[in-house]
């Protein structure tokens, strides 16, 4: 097999007949500054053109001191909230000259790091991160490197910037008024407790029932994780325990949704959606569930207006500007489908 090689600024020069550091001021845009002619700025350029010639961007960020590339790390890029919000990012570094390197750490706190780490190693200017971490300990100290801005969740009491969706107040909207529908039961299919969004989502939650006048039962409250097998899992259970469905399920992702959704079809049971025997709402929204002929209502998320928020907030943070509040609660909307 042909051995690649990258052309070089040398291979420019000697290709078009000129010295290396001719060419360097040529293909740096420095021409002018130096008096080079028109016609050896055009020759130069016109072999970097045939040899598709790109600059060597890790040489130029050193000599810049800075990439102008920003770290993204979500748990999920199927995550469809997730996965909109980096869209949106993307769009808007693209936009500003800025490349958006997006990894993803499985709600690992461990893969997390390592995930930080390879992109610090690849001189990011600035990270946005939806932590799985119980303590800001590591943040705080990267935070002497580089600007670091907390997205979607928060550690513990930490004083770190932070863009987030008021999950509990868009929740307890929806689940107040379908629970005065009215409903004796409503079921809810959390994740993992330890992160703030499945706290928040569970309060929004509580309060909904409080506010309909229902008292809660503690069978009703289910967690694992948010993956679809999970809600899978615990619709399997409770259907099992019952022996029929529940009046209404409120799943706090979209994910958990799909389970729940793959258990319902396997067992003949989407008719109840249909009728609304059974209620179900979620957390997160997907323009599929306006193409399904069943009654589910959701949050939706603004991922625009999150990306926005966040892209305006690291951009202050890599020009050293102080930002104030540092915690942003951004507002979500509901999807009635069942009223």
Request: glycine residues 4%; aromatic residues 6%.
């Amino acid at each position: 097999m042909e051995e690649r090689k990258r052309i070089t600024i040398a291979d420019i020069a000697k290709l078009a007949g000129v010295s290396k550091t001719t060419a360097s001021m040529v293909l740096n845009g420095r021409a002018s500054t130096f008096r080079i002619k028109e016609e050896t700025r055009e020759r130069v350029m016109a072999v970097a053109r045939e040899n598709h010639y790109s600059p060597n961007l890790h040489a130029k960020s050193l000599q810049a001191n800075r990439s102008d590339a920003i770290g993204l790390v979500i748990p999920d890029l199927t995550n469809f909230g997730f996965a909109s919000i980096a869209r949106e990012l993307e769009k808007l570094c693209r936009q500003a000259g800025l490349q958006l390197l997006i990894a993803c750490s499985e709600d690992d706190p461990d893969v997390e790091r390592q995930v930080v780490d390879g992109l610090v190693r690849r001189q990011i200017d600035g990270l946005i991160v939806a932590s799985s971490q119980t303590s800001d300990e590591f943040y705080q100290t990267l935070t002497k490197q580089i600007p670091v801005l907390l997205l979607d969740r928060h550690i513990g009491q930490s004083a770190l910037p932070l863009v987030l969706t008021d999950a509990a107040k868009v929740t307890a909207d929806l689940i107040e008024k379908i629970a005065v529908s009215p409903v004796s039961e409503f079921y809810y299919f959390g994740g993992q407790l330890e992160l703030s969004p499945s706290r928040h989502r569970l309060a929004g939650f509580e309060l909904g029932l409080k506010r309909a006048g229902i008292e809660e039962n503690p069978e009703w409250i289910r967690h694992r994780d948010y993956q679809p097998e999970s809600g899978y899992e615990m619709m399997q259970q409770l259907h099992q325990e019952l022996g029929r469905l529940p009046e209404a399920l409120f799943t706090a992702s979209y994910t958990l949704l799909e389970g729940v959704l793959r258990y319902l079809k396997e067992h003949n049971c989407l008719e109840a959606l249909e009728s609304k025997e059974m209620r179900l709402a979620t957390f997160d929204n997907h323009d599929l569930l306006d193409c399904l002929p069943l009654n589910i209502d959701s949050v939706a998320q603004d991922s625009e207006k999150i990306a926005q928020t966040s892209f305006q907030l690291i951009r202050l943070l890599l020009s050293s500007q102080r930002v104030t509040p540092t915690s942003f609660a951004l507002d979500a909307n509901i999807c009635w489908r069942s009223q």
